[in-house]
């Protein structure tokens, strides 16, 4: 079993930056795939980044530049580095594992493990 436990979010005005961390715990490995996803009020749920097993990593095409995904693997931590941030960013945050990849990164069914979210809250 694998638990998610995300931080760092809050409320930001445009241009501003936040760091989101996501902490593991359980019998999670370095070989998972570790993705964010996002749901913005109204909207449904999308992936925002991920980074698989190797350090490879993959962007939405709304956060590519502005956005850094990393991990710690031996502090079995994930990292979201948000830059010039958007009105259009807020959202509840959260992070996701996967024990296998799929076809596409930002399939969600693919992930078997989720945390509770940590909101970002973008302002004008």
């Known amino acids: 079993q694998v638990h998610l436990v995300e931080s760092g979010g809050g409320s930001v005005q445009a241009g501003g930056s936040l760091r989101l961390s996501c902490e593991a715990s359980g019998t999670i490995t370095p070989h998972y795939i570790m993705g964010w996803f996002r749901q913005a009020p109204g909207k449904e749920r999308e992936g925002v980044a991920a980074?698989?097993?190797?350090?490879?990593?993959q962007y939405a095409d709304s956060v590519k530049g502005r956005f850094t995904i990393s991990k710690d693997n031996a502090k079995k931590t994930l990292f979201l580095q948000m830059n010039s941030l958007k009105p259009e960013d807020t959202a509840m945050y959260y992070c996701?594992?996967?024990?296998?990849?799929?076809?596409?990164?930002?399939?969600?069914?693919?992930?078997?493990?989720w945390g509770q979210g940590t909101q970002v809250t973008v302002s004008s």
């Open positions: 996701a594992a996967a024990r296998s990849a799929g076809d596409t990164w930002s399939e969600q069914t693919k992930y078997n493990y």
């Open positions: 980074i698989d097993s190797d350090g490879t990593t």
